[in-house]
């Protein structure tokens, strides 16, 4: 009976982890920010621009720099020269907006996003700039308007760069967080914003899993025990 108990367990485990293999967090914005926390302001947005669907999420520095900078860096937990673009860089932070969200994961797991720069600051003097952060480590998405091409506006901005896809990878097992913001720097007369899509966490390089026939068989031994 022992045996039996632990082989049952053991399946179940198996075929859970299989059912969880495909499983992606809020990946398209449709259903609004759905378990997004937000600091400032960010909203879903109707779009033709979307990647996937007909919603992206944007994350907006309103003009002004409405949002407190220092409130800001403790909301996605990373501070001063860990989150400029340049950490010799004299611009002061002024303010702006993020969405963070909390998930289960594996060490490994694939944390991926489609991410757009969107801006009415003039070029290529805006330092305006956006960033992820994954467990307390920022990674800078757009230094400033003159790092990547802009093209022509889109969600009512002058300018934007096309969609980019980046990819992360999970540093731990258990919970992760990942925050998405954008930053205004001593200029504030014009805002900033990002617009997110296709947010994703897969299963990174494991080893193979079993067919489902073998669960099948597993259980099917189980009326032998």
């Known amino acids: 009976m022992r045996i039996a108990s632990t082989v049952l367990a053991l399946a179940l485990s198996a075929i859970?982890?299989?059912?969880?293999a495909d499983v992606t967090v809020n990946d398209?914005?449709?259903?609004?920010?759905?378990?997004?926390?937000?600091f400032g302001t960010a909203?879903?947005?109707?779009?033709?621009?979307?990647?996937?669907?007909?919603?992206?999420?944007?994350?907006?520095?309103?003009?002004?720099?409405?949002?407190?900078?220092?409130?800001?860096?403790?909301?996605?937990?990373?501070?001063?020269?860990?989150?400029?673009?340049?950490?010799?860089?004299?611009?002061?932070?002024?303010?702006?907006?993020?969405?963070?969200q909390s998930f289960n994961a594996k060490k490994g797991d694939l944390v991926s996003f489609d991410w757009r720069f969107v801006t009415n600051e003039l070029q290529p003097l805006s330092t305006d700039f956006s960033f992820v952060v994954l467990n307390g480590k920022a990674t800078?998405?757009?230094?400033?308007?003159?790092?990547?091409?802009?093209?022509?506006?889109?969600?009512?901005?002058?300018?934007s760069t096309d969609w980019r896809r980046m990819t992360l990878v999970a540093d731990h097992?258990?919970?992760?967080?990942?925050?998405?913001?954008?930053?205004?720097?001593?200029?504030?007369?014009?805002?900033?914003?990002?617009?997110?899509?296709?947010?994703?966490v897969n299963p990174g390089a494991t080893a193979p899993v079993p067919e489902p026939e073998t669960y099948a068989m597993m259980l099917a031994g189980l009326g032998a025990l």
């Open 16 to 20: 859970s982890s299989l059912a969880l």
């Open 28 to 38: 398209g914005f449709e259903n609004g920010l759905g378990a997004w926390s937000v």
């Open 43 to 100: 909203s879903s947005v109707t779009t033709s621009a979307a990647t996937e669907g007909s919603k992206v999420g944007l994350v907006h520095a309103t003009e002004g720099g409405a949002f407190n900078a220092a409130q800001l860096q403790s909301f996605v937990g990373v501070f001063g020269d860990n989150l400029r673009p340049q950490p010799d860089s004299i611009d002061t932070f002024a303010g702006g907006s993020a969405i963070s």
């Open 140 to 159: 800078v998405l757009m230094a400033s308007t003159s790092s990547l091409p802009l093209g022509d506006g889109v969600l009512g901005f002058e300018s």
């Open 173 to 200: 097992d258990g919970i992760n967080t990942v925050s998405f913001g954008v930053m205004q720097t001593a200029d504030t007369s014009f805002s900033s914003a990002m617009a997110l899509d296709r947010f994703e």
